[in-house]
């Protein structure tokens, strides 16, 4: 067994490589001084800097499990925000090297005039840190995109304009893998209206992941997935011990992406490596799901439908915490998200409903979060205890379509926990992605040799 940090410091290569490519950049004596000084520092001492820990990138402001460090949110003016991999809605962000893999970008406006969007593309580190590396490195093509027109919506209002971009990997040529942010900017006046995180692959050597159920091992005793995987490693990489690292991903959470703590490399051409029971993934994540393909008072979820407000507005029948994550007949294990991409789709402002039963008291912080706020605790998704109903309320406006969410109560450190608000003691099936990183010792960014997605139960 290793440690990443070990890894890093006593590389073979890292200080020579680090010393040619300076000089080689900035020959100048006084950089050259510099250099010198920091060499001999290193003749003294040496460095432990763990390169997976998430301070490498500076953090979200917003209190999220899916915005990563360095990615700007959505604002409200912008809804329905897709980004997919290959024509399907419901395909992760993760595209092949040199392969004919596209990527989609879906959103809508909440407006009446069509615009023009500026579509760019930045690489980041594995904890999502900028790579300060010239575009030239990751980019042979086109360097920006214009997204305009946009459809005119013809719904029941509010009005808005429906934007859809087939991005084709070839047409950009990207020419290094590992993480991307596509910044989506006003081309008029420069600023940076949101990003979104995807992923490109090389797709080299052989990855395989399983995972082992621990009963009764995390919080207030639930379920754990412990995860395992073994990759064979490609003759590219000279020295596995030093420069791979493994990460896994639940559910797609990429905010919540989880390093590796425990190694083996004492097989030749194999690297093993698995999270600890410590850092293990909660088994029992479920989700409610709600079909709203469907504004009427025909829609069994919606108890009260009003098509003459502005906008119009939807009542959901309430969900109660007993029975949020059983099956009774609106959860899932599966994360939903699939806005209507039709024209003609409405937006209503849908209420949403809590029965807090005997769990919860009225002084409780509670928030509703799904995609269609981007998994974020904020005051735009905590819920209002209403004294007359004894319910919490929240509304979002959201469009025709169908979406999976949860109510959650923040951990005594202010995070995130989507099980807080659980009964259930069960693991459900998880989807897991697997990701080996490879710090390419050369130029000095981090490469993505392969990803996997499994499941788990």
């Known amino acids: 067994m290793f440690s990443e940090e070990v890894f890093q410091s006593y590389h073979p290569n890292n200080l020579n490589l680090k010393f040619i490519h300076i000089i080689k950049e900035k020959p100048n004596w006084l950089l050259l001084a510099g250099v010198l000084l920091m060499l001999s520092q290193f003749s003294g001492c040496s460095s432990t800097l763990n390169t997976s820990s998430a301070s490498a990138g500076e953090a979200s402001s917003v209190n999220s499990v ?3 460090p360095n990615q700007n949110p959505v604002p409200a003016s912008f809804k329905s925000v897709q980004l997919y991999a290959n024509n399907a809605q419901n395909n992760p962000p993760v595209l092949e090297l040199n392969s004919d893999d596209h990527l989609t970008l879906s959103f809508d406006e909440l407006t009446d005039i069509n615009g023009q969007f500026r579509i760019t593309f930045t690489h980041h580190s594995k904890t999502w840190a900028p790579s300060n590396i010239p575009q030239d490195w990751y980019l042979n093509g086109i360097g920006e995109l214009i997204l305009g027109g946009g459809q ?10 429906h934007y859809e971009m087939r991005i084709p990997l070839n047409e950009i040529q990207f020419t290094s893998s590992g993480n991307y942010l596509l910044h989506v900017t006003d081309p008029e006046s420069g600023q940076e209206l949101f990003s979104l995180p995807f992923f490109i692959t090389e797709n080299e050597g052989e990855l395989s992941s399983t995972s082992q159920t621990l009963f009764n091992s995390g ?7 412990r995860l395992f995987s073994t990759y064979d490693v490609p003759d590219l990489v000279k020295y596995p011990e030093f420069d791979l690292s493994f990460s896994y991903v639940q559910n797609r959470f990429w905010s919540d992406s989880r390093f590796t703590d425990s ?6 051409g194999t690297a093993k490596f698995d999270l600890t029971q410590s850092n293990a993934f909660p088994a029992n994540v479920g989700y409610v799901i709600k079909n709203l393909n469907s504004f009427s008072q025909n829609n069994t979820h919606i108890v009260e439908w009003d098509p003459g407000s502005n906008p119009p507005k ?32 409405d937006y209503a402002r849908v209420i949403f409903r809590l029965d807090g039963s005997d769990s919860l008291t009225p002084d409780n912080n509670i928030y509703i979060l799904g995609d269609f706020n981007q998994w974020s605790a904020t005051s735009e998704s905590v819920m209002a205890f209403d004294s007359t109903t004894g319910l919490w309320k929240n509304s979002q ?27 259930n003691n069960s693991p459900n099936v998880q989807e897991y992605m697997s990701y080996v990183y490879f710090n390419d010792p050369e130029r000095k960014f981090d490469r993505l040799l392969a990803v996997e997605t499994f499941y788990a139960r």
């Open 152 to 161: 005119v919506s013809q719904s029941r209002g509010p009005d808005y304009i």
């Open 219 to 225: 919080n207030r005793f639930m379920p754990v997935h």
């Open 263 to 268: 190694y083996d490399f004492n097989t030749p």
């Open 397 to 423: 406006l959201l469009k025709e379509g169908i979406y999976s969410y949860q109510y959650i109560l923040l951990d005594e450190t202010g995070h995130i926990d989507l099980t807080s608000l659980s009964d």
């Open 66 to 68: 899916v915005l990563v």
């Open 314 to 345: 939807v009542t959901l029948r309430e969900d109660v915490v007993n029975f949020l994550n059983s099956d009774f007949g609106t959860s899932s294990s599966f994360r939903a998200y699939s806005p209507a991409s039709s024209k003609r789709a």
